[in-house]
């Protein structure tokens, strides 16, 4: 019998969130519940001196045959995993547990042997909204907590294999809604995730996600996270804004050569304090090559300290370029609140600084001059987009990509 589960969308967290803001910034200095898994990312290859992205990631998993031992009696297939829309997914509706795992398998043997040898594999589980829950008191939704990615050299073509499926990476204790995972496939046909916990809440302790697998030695340098706070958590996840699709969608309607794979880093209430405690343990599971920073809003409600807020942001800078990436640093966004007006000036004027004292840096949108112009993208509490906000704010990253990531040779 089907086990009922309660969806809440991110939108019901971000109206959350809204209220726990409006007042002043949360300090959050939790220890980062960091998953253990029992692989290693290798910092990105490309330096930061090299900005464009690299030859086009090679999305290889879209629309494979896709299988599972649980979609909810039909109303989730795994075909929803790998299709062209983040706004459906797969969802196995009981309780996954050590005993009882639930799997999401891709049929991969018709991608061709070379590029499937050494593959990136992520998940994302957009409901959650957070990228780390736990670090701001929210809970997740239908999360992978205790789970394996796995290989099988079975013949494609049917049904997954019952047996011999060999491990390949390991995680226990995630609270993350997204994770990135760099598997060598040598000449194995079959890819799953295989889920033994769920990180969730009441009636909501199943498995859903979207899974997309690249070929590895392309998408590791035409990868990307989206780190900042709620703003970042509404307007960089997967799912659509106001008709508007994901980053990497915008990205391929204009360069059709290019899918990058794209994570939403957003914590509500996080300042750039609280990123500084749990930033080296963030970029240790990032293998990509694309880091870009939207804090500030947060620091403004509270009228942080200009010169600590530069502090921040350049060792924030300084610790992804040492990791081998590329920084990407927006401004504050403009809005009608007493304490932005007051106080993100400041803070914006630092930003500035730190684009002519770390060239490396490319500058992101000016978000402050753009939701100026377009007050009516700002919602009542008069410091977050509202939806149509949100969808304007993640055409203006695409666009700002296209100008100096995926500009013509």
């Given at each position: 019998?089907?086990?009922?589960?309660?969806?809440?969308?991110?939108?019901?967290?971000?109206?959350?969130?809204?209220?726990?803001?409006?007042?002043?910034?949360?300090?959050?200095?939790?220890?980062?519940?960091?998953?253990?898994?029992?692989?290693?990312?290798?910092?990105?290859?490309?330096?930061?001196?090299?900005?464009?992205?690299?030859?086009?990631?090679?999305?290889?998993?879209?629309?494979?045959?896709?299988?599972?031992?649980?979609?909810?009696?039909?109303?989730?297939?795994?075909?929803?995993?790998?299709?062209?829309?983040?706004?459906?997914?797969?969802?196995?509706?009981?309780?996954?547990?050590?005993?009882?795992?639930?799997?999401?398998?891709?049929?991969?043997?018709?991608?061709?042997?070379?590029?499937?040898?050494?593959?990136?594999?992520?998940?994302?589980?957009?409901?959650?909204?957070?990228?780390?829950?736990?670090?701001?008191?929210?809970?997740?939704?239908?999360?992978?907590?205790?789970?394996?990615?796995?290989?099988?050299?079975?013949?494609?073509?049917?049904?997954?294999?019952?047996?011999?499926?060999?491990?390949?990476?390991?995680?226990?204790?995630?609270?993350?809604?997204?994770?990135?995972?760099?598997?060598?496939m040598g000449a194995a046909n079959w890819l799953r995730?295989?889920?033994?916990?769920?990180?969730?809440t009441t009636e909501n302790y199943g498995v859903s996600?979207?899974?997309?697998?690249?070929?590895?030695?392309?998408?590791?340098?035409?990868?990307?996270?989206?780190?900042?706070?709620?703003?970042?958590?509404?307007?960089?996840?997967?799912?659509?804004?106001?008709?508007?699709?994901?980053?990497?969608?915008?990205?391929?309607?204009?360069?059709?050569?290019?899918?990058?794979?794209?994570?939403?880093?957003?914590?509500?209430?996080?300042?750039?304090?609280?990123?500084?405690?749990?930033?080296?343990?963030?970029?240790?599971?990032?293998?990509?090559?694309?880091?870009?920073?939207?804090?500030?809003?947060?620091?403004?409600?509270?009228?942080?300290?200009?010169?600590?807020?530069?502090?921040?942001?350049?060792?924030?800078?300084?610790?992804?370029?040492?990791?081998?990436?590329?920084?990407?640093?927006?401004?504050?966004?403009?809005?009608?609140?007493?304490?932005?007006?007051?106080?993100?000036?400041?803070?914006?004027?630092?930003?500035?600084?730190?684009?002519?004292?770390?060239?490396?840096?490319?500058?992101?949108?000016?978000?402050?001059?753009?939701?100026?112009?377009?007050?009516?993208?700002?919602?009542?509490?008069?410091?977050?987009?509202?939806?149509?906000?949100?969808?304007?704010?993640?055409?203006?990253?695409?666009?700002?990509?296209?100008?100096?990531?995926?500009?013509?040779?």
């Amino acid at each position: 019998m089907k086990e009922k589960r309660l969806f809440i969308s991110p939108a019901c967290l971000f109206l959350v969130t809204i209220l726990l803001l409006a007042g002043c910034a949360q300090q959050v200095t939790q220890p980062d519940p960091t998953p253990q898994t029992s692989t290693t990312v290798q910092p990105s290859s490309t330096g930061p001196g090299n900005h464009p992205a690299g030859s086009a990631a090679a999305l290889v998993s879209r629309n494979a045959p896709a299988f599972t031992n649980d979609d909810c009696e039909g109303s989730y297939p795994a075909k929803q995993a790998d299709d062209a829309s983040y706004d459906t997914f797969w969802q196995a509706c009981q309780t996954p547990g050590p005993d009882k795992p639930i799997w999401l398998a891709y049929d991969l043997s018709r991608v061709p042997a070379a590029q499937r040898a050494k593959l990136l594999l992520v998940w994302y589980n957009t409901p959650t909204g957070n990228y780390n829950h736990v670090l701001n008191g929210y809970e997740g939704y239908n999360n992978p907590k205790d789970y394996e990615i796995e290989i099988n050299s079975g013949a494609g073509g049917s049904q997954p294999p019952a047996a011999h499926w060999e491990s390949k990476a390991s995680v226990q204790g995630n609270t993350y809604h997204s994770r990135q995972h760099l598997i060598d496939m040598g000449a194995a046909n079959w890819l799953r995730i295989r889920v033994r916990g769920s990180d969730g809440t009441t009636e909501n302790y199943g498995v859903s996600l979207n899974m997309d697998v690249y070929e590895a030695s392309k998408a590791i340098a035409d990868d990307w996270i989206f780190y900042g706070a709620s703003i970042f958590m509404e307007a960089m996840n997967q799912d659509s804004r106001a008709g508007v699709p994901s980053f990497q969608q915008l990205i391929q309607q204009q360069r059709p050569d290019h899918y990058p794979v794209a994570e939403g880093g957003g914590i509500g209430g996080f300042t750039t304090t609280d990123a500084l405690h749990y930033f080296d343990s963030w970029l240790q599971i990032f293998p990509g090559k694309y880091v870009a920073l939207g804090y500030g809003s947060n620091d403004a409600l509270s009228c942080f300290d200009p010169e600590k807020f530069y502090k921040n942001y350049e060792t924030l800078v300084q610790k992804i370029t040492n990791a081998g990436k590329v920084p990407l640093v927006q401004k504050i966004l403009w809005g009608p609140n007493e304490r932005i007006q007051q106080c993100a000036p400041p803070l914006n004027a630092q930003l500035d600084r730190l684009y002519r004292e770390h060239p490396e840096v490319i500058a992101g949108p000016d978000t402050w001059t753009y939701f100026q112009q377009h007050p009516n993208y700002i919602s009542d509490d008069g410091i977050h987009p509202n939806e149509e906000g949100s969808g304007a704010l993640r055409k203006l990253w695409a666009e700002t990509a296209l100008k100096t990531v995926y500009k013509a040779s």
